[in-house]
């Protein structure tokens, strides 16, 4: 079975600082990798997404995130964070040919400061 | 709006009770997903329909039971309620089966359970 970690639960970083927020998957077959991005009480936000192809994937708002195969992961990027991007990131994994199913990590709360 | 509507947006209701979740998915869109978002276990895959058809189970208890109709709404009962239920569900909507797509996701039900 997959599994993702996200192991920084919060993150803060002052106004127009860079920002990378860490995620590692686990999975024996090929997958598919997400960044959701969610507001105070809002629903989920697809950011970004990794499906095959370029391991460099631009997302909405700014943000990216490269795919490394070797190291399991797909870390979230922004050169320069803003305060509306204070919200809760939550990376997320799909076996290919498994289905829709999404498992997601715990969530990375992104707290910007001026 | 991202065009996936939930109703309540809010219920509050006692241990033993029944509730019906309510969940409209985007205009076009044939895929029907129900998330449960809880501060101890994250966010966790309950269950998938596809134009009417159950298409995947995850992590979903024998008191839960869910059911896409014709219009392709759809509707996730829960009885026996406990405290432990107490959380945010979620549902989300893809056009198809293919998990390429991404979900687009509703702004949720927030259940308290007294």
């Known amino acids: 079975a997959q599994s993702v970690t996200q192991l920084d639960s919060q993150v803060p970083v002052f106004e127009e600082a860079p920002v990378e927020l860490r995620c590692n998957y686990s999975s024996s077959v090929s997958v598919y990798l997400f960044w959701y991005v969610q507001y105070p009480n809002q629903g989920l936000q697809l950011l970004l997404k990794y499906l095959s192809g370029s391991t460099l994937v631009k997302g909405i708002n700014g943000f990216e995130a490269e795919f490394n195969k070797s190291q399991t992961s797909f870390h979230l990027r922004k050169p320069s964070v803003h305060i509306s991007d204070t919200a809760e990131y939550f990376c997320?994994?799909?076996?290919?040919?498994?289905?829709?199913?999404?498992?997601f990590g715990t969530g990375t709360q992104l707290k910007v400061e001026l | 709006d991202s065009g996936v509507t939930q109703t309540p947006k809010h219920l509050i209701t006692a241990t033993g009770q029944r509730v019906t979740l309510r969940c409209s998915p985007r205009?076009?869109?044939?895929?029907v997903y129900w998330y449960q978002q809880s501060l101890d276990q994250g966010l966790q895959f309950l269950i998938q329909y596809y134009n009417g058809e159950e298409r995947a189970k995850g992590n979903i208890l024998e008191r839960f039971s869910a059911q896409q109709f014709p219009d392709l709404h759809s509707e996730l009962n829960l009885s026996s309620l406990e405290l432990g239920d107490s959380a945010l569900y979620f549902c989300?909507?893809?056009?198809?089966?293919?998990?390429?797509?991404?979900?687009?996701f509703g702004s949720g039900t927030r259940l308290t359970v007294v």
């Open positions: 989300a909507s893809s056009v198809g089966d293919n998990l390429g797509e991404g979900y687009t």
């Open positions: 205009s076009g869109d044939l895929s």
């Open positions: 997320a994994v799909s076996v290919t040919g498994g289905g829709n199913k999404l498992t």
